[in-house]
C-alpha cells in the first residue's frame, strides 16, 4: 500500500544537527513532489520546505531557510531533510508528505518523527 | 505572505450535527484551498482539494464550498468518528500556510 516512513528524529542540543529520512512504497515516488510539514508540540502545521520531482525547484519558509536542506534520491525512493543550527522552537513531530496532483495539497502523510531539541 | 484563519478554533457537537468550519484568506487565493482532518498522535489526512473537491474515499457528509478569500469545510450528520481537528491549506503559492485548526469535541 502507499505509504511513507520518516526516521532520524531523536533529542538533539541546541546548536546541532540532524538528518531526517522518509522513504515512500507503493506508488510511483518519481512522480511526487515532496514536503516537509512540522507540527509543534499542541500547536497547528507548519509547512517547511518542498523539492519538486527532478529536485531542480526547491522551498523553504523563512523560519529555516538557510538551516535546512532538503534532498531527494530517486532511486531510493526517498528524501530527506538536513537540519542544521537547531533551535529549541524547532522541537516538533516531523511530517514528509506527497503531492502527485503537483498542485501543493498533500497526500499521503507519513507518521512523523519526533525532533526535540533540548540541552 | 497570506494569513489563513480558521474559526471558530474549537466547537462542541453531537452525534448527528451538522458542523460548519469557516476559514478566511488575507488575500484573494481563488479556489487554491485544501482541508485536512488531523486525530491525536495521528498525521493530517487530505479531505478536500481544490476547495470543494472530495478526496477519494472520504465520506460524502465533507463538503467544502467558497472561493476568493472565504471558505467553508460542512459536516453534515456529525459522525463518532469525525471528532478531531480540522485544517484549512493555502496552496497556491510559497510559502504554502496553514490555519490554526478549529477542534470538533463531543458535546
Known amino acids: 500500500q502507499v505509504q511513507l516512513v520518516e526516521s532520524g528524529g531523536g533529542l538533539v542540543k541546541p546548536g546541532g544537527s540532524l538528518r531526517l529520512s522518509c522513504a515512500a512504497s507503493?506508488?510511483?515516488?518519481?512522480?511526487?513532489?515532496m514536503s516537509w510539514i512540522r507540527q509543534a508540540p499542541g500547536k497547528g502545521l507548519e509547512w517547511i520546505s518542498y523539492?519538486?520531482?527532478?529536485?531542480?525547484?526547491?522551498y523553504y519558509a523563512d523560519s529555516v531557510k538557510g538551516r535546512f536542506t532538503i534532498s531527494r534520491d530517486n532511486a531510493k525512493n526517498s528524501v530527506y531533510l538536513q537540519m542544521n543550527s537547531l533551535r529549541v522552537e524547532d522541537t516538533a513531530v516531523y511530517y514528509c508528505?506527497?503531492?502527485?496532483?503537483?498542485?501543493?495539497?498533500?497526500?499521503?502523510w507519513g507518521q512523523g518523527t519526533l525532533v526535540t531539541v533540548s540541552s | 505572505d497570506i494569513q489563513m484563519t480558521q474559526s471558530p478554533s474549537s466547537v462542541s457537537a453531537s452525534v448527528g450535527d451538522r458542523v460548519t468550519v469557516t476559514c478566511r484568506a488575507s488575500?484573494?487565493?481563488?479556489?487554491?484551498l485544501a482541508w485536512y482532518q488531523q486525530k491525536p498522535g495521528k498525521a493530517p489526512k487530505l479531505l478536500i482539494y481544490a476547495a470543494s473537491r472530495l478526496q477519494r474515499g472520504v465520506p460524502s457528509r465533507f463538503s467544502g464550498s467558497g472561493s476568493g478569500t472565504d471558505f467553508t469545510l460542512t459536516i453534515t450528520a456529525l459522525q463518532p468518528e469525525d471528532f478531531a481537528t480540522y485544517y484549512c491549506q493555502r496552496t497556491n503559492r510559497f510559502p504554502l500556510t496553514f490555519g490554526g485548526g478549529t477542534k470538533v469535541e463531543i458535546k
Open positions: 508528505a506527497g503531492d502527485q496532483q503537483l498542485a501543493n495539497w498533500f497526500d499521503p
Open positions: 507503493g506508488f510511483t515516488f518519481s512522480d511526487y513532489y
Open positions: 488575500q484573494d487565493i481563488s479556489s487554491w
Open positions: 523539492i519538486t520531482s527532478s529536485g531542480r525547484t526547491i
